[in-house]
């Protein structure tokens, strides 16, 4: 298979049925926008959500607003505002892309209270996989601290496949950090597309919006 990929990604807004992926623009974040994004943040009740993210939280909307300025300090990042229901609730990145290889990595995930393990949440993840294969790539990775268990769930529950742990990877806020290693292939993706679109169907949640069937259940 014959691969060209831009340097950057491209794709500036994901559609969905349940949510909506802009580039982050800080540039384009007035005010009005700016403080629901804020709200979220401002109002975690459980700090621990902060544990495993290389910044400890924002205590004020100028530390938010810098830390998107500096696309939070990862290069070469693209990253996500998430909408939903009219309101900006979550981010995500596209990290350490290589264009040689076609690779590029999830990562740098903040969901907020507001859309934690919801149908919005998976769908999120849906689009930003199908826009990453649709552009070429050949592995989508994951990593994640090896003690932060919710989000080697959430790798699982996305169709990631667990491929080990690097041992003393890198010192993460002062300790050793060991990562978990996950990945979907291009050859996978097929399969794992229309199990995502099988769960998104309307059918699969009842009058309350709670899903009939999990997302697994399809794999």
Not at 3 to 29: D, E, N
Not at 137 to 165: I, Y
Request: charged share 25%; glycine share 4%.
């Amino acid at each position: 298979m014959s691969h060209s990929l831009p340097r950057y990604f491209l794709a500036k807004i994901l559609y969905g049925k349940h949510a909506t992926l802009q580039v982050l623009s800080s540039a384009k974040l007035d005010p009005n926008r700016m403080q629901p994004v804020w709200q979220c943040v401002n109002s975690e009740v459980d700090r621990s959500c902060w544990t495993y993210l290389p910044y400890s939280g924002f205590e004020t909307t100028e530390e938010l607003r810098a830390a998107f300025d500096n696309n939070f300090n990862f290069k070469d990042s693209i990253h996500y505002l998430v909408e939903v229901n009219h309101r900006l609730v979550e981010w995500l990145g596209l990290l350490n892309q290589c264009s040689v290889d076609h690779v590029i990595e999830i990562g740098n995930v903040y969901f907020s209270h507001q859309i934690k393990q919801s149908t919005a949440s998976t769908e999120v993840i849906y689009l930003l996989l199908k826009a990453c294969f649709e552009q070429g790539f050949r592995r989508v990775e994951w990593k994640c601290d090896d003690l932060n268990q919710p989000s080697k769930r959430a790798a699982l529950r996305f169709g990631f496949q667990h491929e080990g742990t690097f041992r003393q990877d890198r010192i993460a806020k002062g300790r050793n950090r060991n990562t978990a290693w996950f990945s979907i292939l291009d050859q996978e993706w097929p399969e794992l597309e229309r199990s995502y679109l099988a769960w998104l169907k309307a059918d699969n949640f009842d009058v309350n919006g709670q899903q009939k069937m999990r997302l697994r259940d399809f794999l």
